[in-house]
Structure formats: C-alpha cells, structure tokens
T-cell receptor, first 115, second 108 residues
Framework: DTEVTQTPKHLVMGMTNKKSLKCEQHMGHRAMYWYKQKAKKPPELMFVYSYEKLSINESVPSRFSPECPNSSLLNLHLHALQPEDSALYLC??????????????FGPGTRLTVT | GQSLEQPSEVTAVEGAIVQMNCTYQTSGFYGLSWYQQHDGGAPTFLSYNALDGLEETGRFSSFLSRSDSYGYLLLQELQMKDSASYFCAVRNTDKLIFGTGTRLQVFP
C-alpha cells in the first residue's frame, strides 16, 4: 500500500470556525509533512514530524496547529483562519527524515476555502 | 537565501524530447529530486540524483552537476499525459525545498 489518504477533499469554513484536516499512511513511514500550495506555485513546507515528534515548524501562524497521534496519523487543526489561508493543503510521508525525505509520497490534498 | 529557478513554461509535441532545467542556490545540498504534478492532483516522485551524472528511469532521465548547481529532467517520446507541472526539489539536511516549477504542455 503506497497510498496517503487525506480527508476531507474539500472544506469551506468561516473565519470563526474550528476544523481539522486528517492524513493517514500505512507504509510504515516515520516522517510526515504538511504543505500548503497556492495555485500555480510550488508546495510550501509548513511542518515536519519525525518519529511522531515535531521537528520543523516553518514559522507557521499559531492558527494552524499540527498533531501526530501515532506513526500513521497526522492532523492539522485550523482555527480563526484568514481568507488568504485558502489553498490546497497537502500531506506527505517518507521513510524517514534523516537519510532523505527526498522521496515523499503525497496525499491528494484538501482544498480549503476560507470565507 | 535559497532559490531554485525553473523556466515557467515549456511546450512540445507528442513524440518529441524535452529538457526542463533547474538551477539552485541553497545553503545545504544533499541531492536533487524531481516531482510531477497534474492539474488538481498530488505531486508524485519521479527521480533523485545525489551524485553527478545521469539517472534513467524509462522515458525519464535526470541529470545533476553539483559543481554548476544545475540539474535537468529529460522526457523522451512525449505523450499527451505528460502535460503537467514539474518541480525540482533540493534535499537540504532535513527537508525538501521546491523549485518554482515548469508547466509542460504537450500538443498533438
């Protein structure tokens, strides 16, 4: 199974809402990532979890809160977002983060619209 | 600063060969990856070069010159399904830094 799944596929939320994005992989990967991607732009790294511990936070605003409940699951909790946060949110995983992360498996993404 | 530059768009016809370049300036470098992303889809891994030279995987080849901070992805026998965005990405210690991306359009 080389699949990364993400739910929901689409999400529309108001600026006062709280919602969560979910990501799951069953490849035994020990590194998981959240990226944000705007139209016609490259993926932009937000967070990296390595062995279930947060190892990189790319100075992401606190209205985004990641969580890694176990080695297969990754969540992104959203609160008080701004319209400019509307984007495609991609989850990815790789075998680990020390030797590479050069080969990452991406989920299909959640297309988020903040109204 | 860190920068990975790619041409914004490339067009070609079916059956042709196309080369997409990537030049980088990063504070650390462990290797260069290439990803393909179709419109509305997720990026998928294509290839990785840690050392200088050419890596071939079917119709796709990737080249790296560390001394020139330069790499390219070569696609042969182009097919319509190859129309997509292609991103180079530098592996930098513990993360990938993605290039600006090249949009490839293949015409019949």
């Amino acid at each position: 199974d080389t699949e990364v799944t993400q739910t929901p596929k689409h999400l529309v939320m108001g600026m006062t809402n709280k919602k969560s994005l979910k990501c799951e992989q069953h490849m035994g990967h020990r590194a998981m990532y959240w990226y944000k991607q705007k139209a016609k732009k490259p993926p932009e790294l937000m967070f990296v979890y390595s062995y279930e511990k947060l190892s990189i936070n790319e100075s992401v605003p606190s209205r985004f809160s990641p969580e890694c409940p176990n080695s297969s699951l990754l969540n992104l909790h959203l609160h008080a977002l701004q319209p400019e946060d509307s984007a495609l949110y991609l989850c990815a995983s790789s075998q680990d983060n020390t030797s590479g992360g050069y080969e990452q498996y991406f989920g299909p993404g959640t297309r988020l619209t903040v109204t | 600063g860190q920068s990975l530059e790619q041409p914004s768009e490339v067009t070609a016809v079916e059956g042709a060969i196309v080369q997409m370049n990537c030049t980088y300036q990063t504070s650390g470098f462990y290797g260069l990856s290439w990803y393909q992303q179709h419109d509305g889809g997720a990026p998928t891994f294509l290839s990785y070069n840690a050392l200088d030279g050419l890596e071939e995987t079917g119709r796709f080849s990737s080249f790296l010159s560390r001394s020139d901070s330069y790499g390219y992805l070569l696609l042969q026998e182009l097919q319509m399904k190859d129309s997509a965005s292609y991103f180079c990405a530098v592996r930098n210690t513990d993360k990938l830094i993605f290039g600006t991306g090249t949009r490839l359009q293949v015409f019949p």
